[in-house]
C-alpha cells in the first residue's frame, strides 16, 4: 500500500515560485524510489496573498494548512509591499500568522558545513573544522508577539522633548513557553553532542533573567546530564565567527534567534544553504531561513538547497522517511562535491561550465538521486 504525504505548499514571492519548483520536482523523484506518494495543494500567503485577497494570511491558506500532514513554505515580501505605514497589510504579517496559529514555538535551524563548500564561507576553512550546530529559536513569542503600539501624536510635555510619534515594541515571555522551547533543546541535545548555549541578555532585560531562572530549573531536574552553558547574545553573535565549533544546540528567544541564525548561516557560505523546521503541537511546517530575495527574483539564478534541505527535514521529521531523507541529503553533498554551483555559493575555483541555474540544479539532484 502505498502511504500519501499530503503537503500543503506556499510558494509565497520573489524567488519563492523558483524554488518550489523545485522542491515538488525532488519530492516527484523521491517518490517514484520510494513508494510513497505526495499530494499537493497550493494557497496564497505574503504579497502574493496581499495582491489577491487584501490579507497577507486569508483564511483559505489557514484552511489548508491545518488541513495537511505538512506545510512547506518558500519565502514571502519584497519591495512592493513595503511599508512603515501601521495601517497598511505587510507580506510578514503572513508568515507570523501562520506560525502563530499552528502553534509553531520551536524553530530549528541546522548549521551544517558542506566539505566542498569550505571556501565558500566568509571565515578561513580552519575555523571551520568541527562545525556542526542546531540553533533552536523560540519563534512565537518575544518582541515579535508581544504589546505594540505606534502613538500618532506625544505631547511634548510627555516625552520632556518636542511632541512627536512614539512607538513601543515589548519582549514578553510566559514560564511555559520558555521551559517548552527549552525542553526542545535538551531533548535535541540527548541526540547529539549533548550540550546546550542558553543564549539571552540577562545582564539588562527582566524577560532574559526570567529565561534564565527557567533554563536552569528544567535542566536540574531533568536534563542535569546535558551541559548548559550561559551566553550573553552579544557575545554568542561575536563567538559564533570566533570559534563556532564550540556549539552544539543553541537556544534562544524568538529576535535573538533570527540575528544569530543569519550570521551562522554565513558560516555554511551563503543564507541560501540553510533549511529550517518549524514545530509545535500539530501540523508542522518547513521553509529556508532566506527570504524572498527579489533582486534576483524570476531569473532562474536562485539557490533551490536551503529548500531541498527543507524537504530533507520534512521527510525525516514529520513523514518519518530517513532513507529517503538520507538519500536526499547525500545526492546534495554530492552534487555540491562534484563542483556544480550557484552563483551564491561560486567563488574563485568554480568552474564556469559548473555555474547552474535553479532549475539545473534541482536536475542534477534528481539524477543524483536516481543513480
Ligand atoms: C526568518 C525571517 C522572518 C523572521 C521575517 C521574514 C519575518 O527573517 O524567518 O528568519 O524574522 O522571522
Ligand atoms: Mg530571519
Redesign the pocket.
Known sequence: MTTTHHICLLPGDGIGPEITAEAVKVLGAIGERSGASFRFTEALLGGAAIDATGSALPEETLAAAHAADAVLLAA??GPKWDTTSPDKPRP?QG??GIRKALGLYANLRPVKIFDALKDASSLKPEYLEGVDMLIVRELTGGLYFGDRARQRSVPGAATGGGPGQRAYDTMDYREFEIERIARVAFEAARTRRGKVHSVDKANVLESSRLWREIVHRLHAAEFSDVELVDQLVDNSAMQLVRWPAQFDVMVTENMFG?IL?DEASMLTGSLGMLASASLGDGTALYEP?H?SAPDIAGQGIANPLAMLLSVELMLRMSFGMAEAADALGAAIEGVLADGWRTRDIADASTLPQKMVGTTAMGDLIVERMRG
Open positions: 514571502i515580501g510578514e508568515l507570523l533570527d541564525s531561513s527570504g
